[in-house]
């Protein structure tokens, strides 16, 4: 059942930079530290992405991969508890989920999640090169859905208006920074062995080819008689009725604002931005992604 932890007159903390990146309070500087030095192990698996370009969906797909496709397994345990989000916390009621991760069992891989940069990965990331899973969103659907979370997420300062969200979303002047340097440096690494770069939109056309694709990259194929119900388990009508990986209980949400699972579709933009918000983003998006090869559907 849903629940709110937190007072309703709770204000959300203050933003701060971290190596000029807007993070929000509940990521603190310490547990970015402790991040960048703490141990990785070379059988991890890592779960990256700008917020909102479909991290929950995509560690729900690595968890059913993960369990080799047995639904019950994966429906024991909360999503956050199966692939945590590794810089988050302490703060309020959230623990710190650097030292859990870091205690995590040895004898099956460890599922990550993070928002990190590139850049900002840890250490032993970048030397180990374990197995990471990007996953890529349009910039115009993102920025909606990011928008949109300030208004029922209670560590971001909300912001009513579309109009003044889109100038800092541009800017990189919002959580995490820029969505185009965060995708860029991840897009430069896609032909290494152990990145794999997939699109939310692939996955919205066919999540099942996505899903073989995502799990042979792990080298943990979903077994024949299997496969249609572990895609089904992901589709966005079945992970917004799922408990484990709906955070219809997270203290995170204003559950009295909405839901987590909002749309989950390609094309939502069209339905805020204004004609010249789009041209001027058509432009900026031209020119930042020129020369890069990365394309994105804007619609299906
Ligand atoms: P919308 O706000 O457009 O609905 P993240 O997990 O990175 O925060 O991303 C959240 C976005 O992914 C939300 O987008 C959410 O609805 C969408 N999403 C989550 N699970 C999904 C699924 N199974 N299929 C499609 N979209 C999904």
């Known amino acids: 059942m849903a629940h709110n932890l937190l007072p309703d007159d709770f204000k959300p903390l203050a933003d701060h930079f971290f190596n000029g990146i807007r993070v929000p309070a509940v ?45 019950g397994k ?10 945590p989000y590794v810089e988050l916390g302490p703060i309020d009621q959230i623990p710190a989920t650097h030292k859990f991760v870091d205690a995590m069992p040895r004898d099956v891989p460890r599922l990550v999640r993070t ?7 840890p250490k032993q990331w970048h030397e180990k090169k374990p197995k990471t899973l990007y996953v890529a969103r349009n910039p115009k ?3 909606i859905s990011k928008w949109q979370f300030t208004k029922i997420n209670h560590y971001i300062e909300t912001v009513e208006s579309f109009f003044d969200y889109l100038p800092k979303f541009i800017e990189g002047d919002v959580s995490y920074g820029s969505w185009f340097d965060h995708n860029l440096a991840f897009w430069q690494h896609r032909h290494e062995p152990h990145v794999l770069f997939v699109k939310f939109e692939d996955m919205k056309k066919d999540l099942k080819s996505q899903m073989i694709r995502i799990a042979d990259f792990y ?5 024949e008689d299997k496969i249609e119900e ?13 408990p484990m990986s709906n955070y219809s209980a997270a203290p995170f949400i204003d559950h009295k604002k909405g839901t987590f699972h909002r749309k989950g579709e390609v094309g ?16 900026l998006f031209e020119e930042k992604m020129r ?10």
């Not at 994966?74 to 692939?83: A, F, G, H, I």
């Not at 928002?115 to 990965?121: A, Q, R």
């Not at 080298?219 to 077994?223: E, S, Y």
């Not at 939502?268 to 432009?283: C, G």
């Open 141 to 143: 659907d993102t920025a």
């Open 115 to 121: 928002h990190l940069p590139y850049d900002l990965m």
């Open 74 to 83: 994966v429906k024991e345990r909360p999503l956050l508890e199966r692939v």
């Open 219 to 223: 080298g943990r194929p979903l077994p």
């Open 27 to 71: 990521i603190p500087a310490a547990s970015l530290d402790a991040v960048r030095e703490m141990e990785v192990r070379d059988d991890d698996i890592w779960v990256v992405t700008y917020p909102k370009a479909g991290t929950t969906w995509a560690q729900e797909i690595t968890s059913v991969i993960m369990e080799g496709g047995d639904l």
């Open 268 to 283: 939502d933009w069209m339905n805020h931005f204004t004609v010249s918000q789009n041209e001027i983003f058509n432009s």
């Open 230 to 242: 572990c895609v089904e388990h992901c589709t966005f009508d079945k992970m917004k009725k799922n």
């Open 291 to 300: 020369g890069s090869g990365l394309t994105f559907d804007f619609e299906l």
